[in-house]
């Protein structure tokens, strides 16, 4: 089992940049797929990113693709998603999420695929 802390939300201009990071406890962190979704008031929770266990094989949302970047430190138990050129759309809360499946393609995307979440931290960006 692994718990998981996200921290590094915040209120941003449009155009600026946030990292989020997840800390992960246990540690057999280095063998789970890891993810980050996020929910908009009124909206489903939707895909953003995700990394294999590896760290070799990124997944992108159309929506984040060429501004947001996932990458993961297993020494340090913690996966970050690097934000770009946020926009107001991005507004939403930001879970991590973590999952020990096996994984591939478009499986990635799945909210049922991942067992174990983050309490989710605000990302605002103002216009």
């Known amino acids: 089992q692994v718990q998981l802390v996200e921290s590094g939300g915040g209120l941003v201009q449009a155009g600026g940049s946030l990292r989020l990071s997840c800390a992960a406890s246990g540690r057999t962190f280095s063998t789970y797929n890891m993810a980050w979704f996020r929910q908009a008031p009124g909206k489903e929770r939707e895909f953003v990113a995700a990394?294999?266990?590896?760290?070799?094989?990124?997944y992108y949302a159309d929506s984040a693709k060429g501004r947001f970047t996932i990458s993961r430190d297993n020494a340090k138990n913690t996966v970050y998603l690097q934000m770009n050129s946020l926009k107001p759309e991005d507004t939403a809360v930001y879970y991590c999420?973590?999952?020990?499946?096996?994984?591939?393609?478009?499986?990635?995307?799945?909210?049922?695929?991942?067992?174990?979440w983050g309490q989710g931290t605000q990302v605002t960006v103002s216009s």
């Open positions: 990394i294999s266990w590896r760290g070799s094989i990124p």
């Open positions: 999420a973590a999952s020990n499946r096996y994984l591939y393609g478009s499986s990635y995307f799945g909210r049922s695929q991942y067992d174990y």
